[in-house]
């Protein structure tokens, strides 16, 4: 029967030790610190008993590598967009260069042409202005 020797470190040993008496037959030491394992049931081991014993000699190599935690992504965005602040250029030759054109206001009667001169009313009509003059301002006439 091929016999694996497998050597658990010092703080597992008892636990291999706890495993190899439940194994039938029960698997027997073949030193003080080693153990002689069939074949058929080294792969029966607990894997945290395997994990830093030398088998067969060598250093006892984990055939399941623990999965990176590394590669985990990080949720949201990776790359937040840069807060980009692209003042304007403050001109001072160009800023407040517009002109404040006065917009003519057709809508205030200022373009009336008959004003009436004791007063600062104005009327469209000359008819209208003379009407205005005689009702409010008898004295002038
Ligand atoms: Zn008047």
Same mark, same amino acid.
């Given at each position: 029967?091929?016999?694996?020797?497998?050597?658990? &470190?010092?703080?597992?040993?008892?636990?291999?030790?706890?495993?190899?008496?439940?194994?039938?037959?029960?698997?027997?030491? #073949? @030193?003080?610190?080693?153990?002689?394992?069939?074949?058929?049931?080294? $792969?029966?081991?607990?894997?945290?008993?395997?994990?830093? @014993?030398?088998?067969? !000699?060598?250093?006892?190599?984990?055939? +399941?590598?623990?999965?990176?935690?590394?590669?985990?992504?990080?949720? !949201?965005?990776?790359?937040?967009?840069?807060? =980009?602040?692209? %003042?304007? &250029?403050?001109?001072?030759?160009?800023?407040? $260069?517009?002109?404040? %054109? =006065?917009?003519? +206001? $057709?809508?205030?009667?200022? @373009?009336?042409?008959?004003?009436?001169?004791? #007063? &600062?009313?104005?009327?469209? $009509?000359?008819?209208?202005? +003379?009407?205005?003059?005689?009702?409010?301002?008898?004295?002038? +006439?």
């Amino acid at each position: 029967m091929l016999m694996i020797i497998v050597q658990p &470190p010092r703080a597992l040993r008892v636990e291999m030790a706890r495993w190899a008496v439940q194994q039938t037959p029960k698997v027997r030491t #073949c @030193s003080t610190t080693e153990f002689a394992v069939p074949a058929h049931l080294f $792969t029966h081991i607990p894997e945290e008993v395997l994990a830093g @014993s030398v088998v067969d !000699g060598q250093r006892y190599i984990s055939p +399941d590598p623990q999965p990176e935690p590394a590669a985990v992504v990080a949720p !949201g965005p990776a790359d937040p967009p840069q807060e =980009t602040l692209h %003042t304007a &250029p403050d001109n001072p030759h160009t800023a407040h $260069t517009t002109p404040l %054109t =006065t917009t003519p +206001d $057709t809508t205030t009667p200022d @373009s009336a042409p008959y004003p009436c001169g004791a #007063c &600062p009313r104005e009327f469209t $009509t000359q008819r209208g202005r +003379d009407m205005h003059r005689r009702q409010a301002h008898p004295e002038v +006439d």
